[in-house]
């Protein structure tokens, strides 16, 4: 196998299987009953084997995210490469978004919400443990060690059944910290003046997260903005946007580099 292709490749087949097992779950019930877990957030449920259409299918752009990462990856620059499979691990999971949140849209069952979830924690721990191991200048166990601990603080976290204003849940709220402390390191980093950086990519992928955020909350079930039986959700938006914002922030660790090696020109 070209080393250069391997992330597109196992991006590529992780793509295929996650999706493929993901309708064949949807198409025949695998994940449980129809308990409503994601009704909140406004689309009407079809009387169909796909519950939330919008909602559902607007989880594609996790997909196209992630390959575009994985081809992306191709070329070895920045720091981000200088870690051997992290990059891959990281279109992997951004494809995984994709198929795990279908997975709460198009059942509405218990066990497609912790899908959902996981991959919520999965991509901010990502984001959370990949600052720390350049704050503290560590490696590859770092980073796993890190990211195990986020993973399974958040797990806990969500089982709590904490009922958090504005964001709902203590998984939400988890979710939310991992990834106010990552820019909170990204922000220490840039201080440090050890490398240099396109910054306008991480401005952008905080914008596009923000501007997210407003729309998944002006898109659930009693707010002026909610019709349900449209094929114009907000909650797809919201799903359209973290993917550039996945892909803009993949943008910017590809973009450091040592202060002796410049960026390249745009």
Same mark, same amino acid.
């Given at each position: ?31 449980? +009953? ?13 009387? /169909? ?8 299918? /607007? ?59 996981? /991959? ?137 580099? +040592?202060?002796?090696?410049?960026? +390249?020109?745009?």
């Amino acid at each position: 196998m070209n080393p250069r292709l391997r992330p597109m490749i196992v991006t590529a087949a992780a793509a295929v299987l996650s999706v493929g097992l993901l309708l064949a779950a949807a198409r025949w019930g695998w994940l449980g +009953p129809d308990v409503g877990r994601g009704s909140g957030f406004c689309e009407q449920a079809r009387d /169909s084997w796909i519950r939330q259409p919008a909602n559902t299918w /607007s989880n594609v752009g996790f997909v196209a995210a992630g390959l575009a990462i994985a081809w992306a990856a191709r070329r070895p620059e920045g720091r981000l490469t200088t870690y051997g499979w992290l990059t891959t691990v990281y279109a992997v999971v951004v494809v995984l978004l994709g198929p795990a949140s279908m997975a709460m849209h198009a059942t509405q069952s218990s066990l497609g919400g912790r899908l959902d979830m996981l /991959s919520m924690y999965l991509v901010a721990g990502f984001a959370f443990s990949y600052a720390v191991l350049r704050l503290v200048r560590g490696g590859i166990a770092t980073f796993a060690g890190v990211y195990a601990a986020a993973i399974v603080g958040c797990e806990v976290v969500e089982n709590l059944g904490l009922r958090v204003p504005m964001v709902h849940t203590g998984g939400n709220l988890a979710f939310a910290l991992l990834l106010v402390g990552a820019v909170a390191i990204e922000v220490v980093l840039m201080q440090r003046r050890e490398s240099v950086r396109d910054n306008r990519w991480g401005y952008a992928a905080i914008g596009f997260l923000l501007l997210a955020f407003v729309i998944w909350n002006l898109a659930q079930e009693g707010t002026a903005f909610c019709l349900p039986t449209s094929l114009l959700q907000g909650h797809a938006a919201w799903h359209a946007l973290d993917a550039v914002a996945a892909w803009c922030l993949h943008r910017y660790w590809l973009s450091e580099r +040592p202060l002796t090696q410049p960026l +390249p020109a745009p």
